[in-house]
């Protein structure tokens, strides 16, 4: 009898022993090399419940046809129709106080949420703007803002003629095709997904092109002459054109701009650009959730009730710059976590004190579909520029190129209703 009380008492504590080691494995997909530095942080400090990062090209897409889903995934355009679903709803975090709701950008939050429920974080969000050279005189310049129409009329102001063509050049909205993009987004054409399928406003669309046709006209003197400046002038960086005198605005975005060599961005300033003092926020919004079928569920919410501490992003923030580790801010862009942008990231990066824009002046976007990518670079921003560079464009809409471009890609999913 002592026999098998002695072999029941050791194997109770054999398995108190285990229980104690026991380690609980988290796999994590993401495609984002800045997710690694986070892991490795939180790896460090927990003893029992590890992360293992397994990379994915589309992870989004790779989670509709998993057999055997991870448990957490970080990417973007992770709430378009196609992936929303396959996640479970977060609220539980939010009503065990795991998370702190009120940290987070309201609207931002909202577009994590389906029918009420939480079902995706946003982690991270970027940002438009227009840079020029520090202190500059310019009696456009003005706090905060670059709002499109006071560019456009800085930039007739910056015009200097040389003989038959511009000696410098403010700025042009051909210079970059994002930023044909971006009017398009500042007159509120609205690209959402509907139903799985791609809508906009077509009335302000046009008005966008209308706007950035006359900008081309009125302004830089007509299409002849702004290629005439580009082929002469736009073969350097624009940073290095802005400090020549050559050029005196360009676009960027937070995280490119921030990208920029310290040496020399030092000499540059900006300004988000926006339309009635508001700014729209990109689209490639990163966002976290955990798949439906994901095995453990539980230790998937301890990263990720670790990850949206205040305390644990200001670590983060600080690692950056002590590591001399190649991340800008939280996701590499602003955090989802209003206190971080308001409070920590100016401490850590100057050139962002007194340019935190107040959380009214954000809008952030709906859901587009998960291959906007493809969509937005192969056909709405050439037909754009078609539109905005040739004297008598096609007549094809942008309806039209989109028919065209599904018969051409009959393997791609249907983008229109």
Not at 92 to 102: A, G, Q, R, V
Not at 296 to 316: G, P, V, Y
Request: glycine share 4%; with cysteine.
């Amino acid at each position: 009898m002592k026999k098998y009380i002695f072999l029941i008492t050791g194997i109770l504590l054999l398995g108190v022993s285990c229980s104690q080691y026991e380690r609980h494995t988290v796999v994590l997909w993401t495609n984002r090399p800045e997710i690694a530095a986070y892991v490795e942080e939180f790896n460090a400090i927990h003893s029992k419940t590890k992360v293992e990062i397994e990379y994915k090209k589309n992870p989004g897409d790779a989670l509709g046809t998993a057999t055997t889903p991870p448990d957490l995934v970080f990417d973007e355009y992770l709430n378009a129709a196609e992936t929303f679903p396959l996640f479970i709803q977060l609220d539980s975090l939010f009503k065990k106080e795991k998370i702190d709701k009120t940290l987070f950008y309201v609207n931002l939050l909202k577009e994590g949420s389906m029918d009420g429920h939480q079902i995706l974080l946003p982690v991270s969000f970027n940002l438009p703007l227009i840079f020029f050279k520090k202190n500059s005189a310019s009696p456009f310049i003005v706090p905060f803002f670059m709002n499109l129409d006071t560019l456009k009329e800085a930039s007739q102001a910056a015009n200097k003629k040389s003989k038959r063509t511009h000696a410098v050049e403010g700025f042009s909205p051909l210079w970059n095709t994002e930023m044909l993009f971006q009017i398009t987004k500042l007159y509120n054409t609205d690209f959402k997904q509907t139903h799985s399928f791609i809508t906009w406003n077509n009335e302000n669309l046009e008005k966008s092109i209308q706007f950035i046709q006359n900008w081309i006209l009125s302004v830089n003197g007509g299409l002849i002459q702004e290629r005439e400046f580009s082929e002469k002038y736009l073969y350097d960086p624009k940073p290095n054109l802005i400090e020549e005198g050559r050029i005196s605005f360009a676009y960027a975005n937070l995280t490119s701009f921030f990208a920029l060599p310290p040496e020399k961005r030092k000499d540059l300033d900006f300004r988000w650009l926006s339309h009635n003092n508001h700014v729209h926020a990109l689209q490639n919004i990163l966002y976290t959730g955990i798949p439906k079928g994901a095995g453990n569920k539980r230790d998937a919410e301890i990263f990720l009730s670790w990850f949206f501490k205040r305390e644990t992003q200001k670590k983060f923030l600080e690692a950056t710059i002590h590591k001399r580790i190649r991340i800008f801010g939280i996701g590499q862009g602003l955090s989802s976590l209003r206190e971080i942008n308001n409070n920590e990231l100016p401490k850590l990066h100057p050139a962002l004190m007194g340019h935190i824009p107040p959380e009214t002046a954000l809008l952030f976007p709906p859901a587009v579909p998960e291959n906007w990518i493809t969509i937005k670079e192969h056909i709405i921003k050439p037909w754009l520029f078609q539109q905005a560079n040739t004297d008598n464009p096609p007549p094809d809409t942008l309806k039209d190129t989109m028919i065209k471009w599904e018969k051409q890609n009959p393997s791609q999913k249907s983008l229109l209703d």
